[in-house]
T-cell receptor
Framework: NAGVTQTPKFRILKIGQSMTLQCTQD?????MYWYRQDPGMGLKLIYYSVGAGITDKGEVPNGYNVSRSTTEDFPLRLELAAPSQTSVYFCASSYTGIRSPGRGSPQHFGDGTRLSIL | RKEVEQDPGPFNVPEGATVAFNCTYS??????FFWYRQDCRKEPKLLMS???SGNEDGRFTAQLNRASQYISLLIRDSKLSDSATYLCVVNLLPRITGGGNKLTFGTGTQLKVEL
């Protein structure tokens, strides 16, 4: 069972280049998320999706775009890479909604993409 | 005030010790709580959910105090393999169904278990 798969694992970009970080999950989760984690810092939510065709901004969406054409895939696009976007990017997915009061759904993470912009 | 606050540590403890981490959250409407573990340069992994009545999983015990808005994690009989960063995670349920089940992560408490 693969869970959440991210590609590539590492990438170096030049300023101004664009790229797409891929994320796919095989758990039939409706909810998917993109986070970034800077060194020594917590995770910050970039974008999330509650289902195919539906996306919404998180805490730090500027400079990124997402799409969700299928339940399985949630790619993250950087259009004009900037040094401030050097980070580790994690994709996650979760079960839809809340099972019962106080019993929220945990998120399952991919193993990350380490991105450096020079 | 941060939404989720943790002591960053590091906590350096000998093998076999008992260690406790606390975490405070600012939004009283928070509904679900978790502890995640993150090894160096790896993805966060769910350690355990935190239930209102408190819960235990082997050497790990989680407690929730809603009145004081804090969560705790107790690790007994620490192992070398417990060395990691422990993330406190809070879920503020959306008012409207389908709002995303968004989690807020603390910056983590680093634990180092030594021989």
């Amino acid at each position: 069972n693969a869970g959440v798969t991210q590609t590539p694992k590492f990438r170096i970009l030049k300023i101004g280049q664009s790229m797409t970080l891929q994320c796919t999950q095989d758990m039939n989760h409706n909810y998917m998320y993109w986070y970034r984690q800077d060194p020594g810092m917590g995770l910050k939510l970039i974008y999330y999706s509650v289902g195919a065709g539906i996306t919404d901004k998180g805490e730090v969406p500027n400079g990124y775009n997402v799409s969700r054409s299928t339940t399985e895939d949630f790619p993250l696009r950087l259009e004009l890479a900037a040094p401030s976007q050097t980070s580790v990017y994690f994709c996650a997915s979760s079960y839809t909604g809340i099972r019962s009061p106080g019993r929220g759904s945990p998120q399952h993470f991919g193993d990350g993409t380490r991105l450096s912009i020079l | 005030r941060k939404e989720v606050e943790q002591d960053p540590g590091p906590f350096n403890v000998p093998e076999g010790a008992t260690v406790a981490f606390n975490c405070t959250y600012s939004n009283s409407a928070s509904q679900s709580f978790f502890w995640y573990r993150q090894d160096c340069r790896k993805e966060p992994k769910l350690l355990m959910s935190v239930y209102s009545s408190g819960n235990e999983d082997g050497r790990f015990t989680a407690q929730l105090n809603r009145a004081s808005q804090y969560i705790s994690l107790l690790i007994r009989d620490s192992k070398l393999s417990d060395s990691a960063t422990y993330l406190c995670v809070v879920n503020l349920l959306p008012r409207i169904t389908g709002g995303g089940n968004k989690l807020t992560f603390g910056t983590g408490t680093q634990l180092k278990v030594e021989l």
